[in-house]
């Protein structure tokens, strides 16, 4: 089955500075990469995802890239700010294979911004 | 349109006994999952649900865990008899339908604690 790297664990960074979360994956047939941001006591919340067709994609202060021959895809945070500390995970998903349906996460990222 | 929403958001039982985790989907989403994190870790998929058909029970862990989700609405979640190691966050989720790459919905959560 699908099994997902996320990398660091935790990251701490200064407000304005960026900030970038690293996701491996091991099924090539995963075709489908989201990234969801789960606040203290809150649900998880998808912030940006990107499929398998496209290398990069950006959305205001956040993007994401993706390899698929390294089969690797990134976070990119710039210009954090205090309320983007959270924790976020990486995901991958595919559709028409045997772990059809399901999100396979990696193990989480707390971001910690300081003002 | 209202988001997918859990009950209880707490629960603490002790082992032994049985609790059930009920999760109500976005109106009109086929696809229905539930997931679980234990004690910091990944989120961990349990099983997946299209309308009132189970699609993939793949990550139940045991006998001691039964999903329903008659007439496809709304799904629960029993666990019976609970273990300490059954404590975590279990999340639901829900898709409109099984397109490629359609976004999967979170709850908020029910936090189980078993003493």
């Known amino acids: 089955g699908e099994n997902v790297e996320q990398h660091p664990s935790t990251l701490s960074v200064q407000e304005g500075d960026s900030a970038v979360i690293k996701c491996t994956y091991s099924?090539?047939?995963?075709?489908?990469f989201p990234w969801y941001k789960q606040e203290l006591g809150k649900r998880p919340q998808l912030i940006i995802d990107i499929r398998s067709n496209v290398g990069e994609k950006k959305d205001q202060r956040i993007a994401v890239t993706l390899n698929k021959t390294a089969k690797h895809f990134s976070l990119h945070i710039t210009e954090t700010q205090p309320e983007d500390s959270a924790v976020y995970f990486c995901a991958a998903f595919n559709a028409g294979g045997t772990s059809y349906g399901k999100l396979t996460f990696g193990q989480g990222t707390i971001l910690t911004v300081h003002p | 349109e209202a988001g997918v929403t859990q009950f209880p958001s707490h629960s603490v039982i002790e082992k032994g006994q049985t609790v059930t985790l009920r999760c109500d989907p976005i109106?009109?989403?086929?696809?229905l999952y539930w997931y679980r994190r234990v004690m910091g870790k990944e989120i961990k998929f349990l099983l997946h649900f299209v309308k009132e058909s189970k699609q993939d029970e793949s990550g139940m862990p045991n006998n001691r865990f039964l999903a329903e989700r008659t007439g496809g609405t709304y799904s629960t979640l029993k666990v019976q008899p609970a273990e300490l190691e059954d404590s975590g966050v279990y999340f639901c989720a829900s898709s409109r339908k099984l397109a490629l790459q359609e976004t999967q919905y979170f709850g908020p959560g029910t936090r189980l604690l078993v003493l």
């Open positions: 109106s009109g989403h086929d696809n």
């Open positions: 099924d090539s047939a995963s075709n489908y």
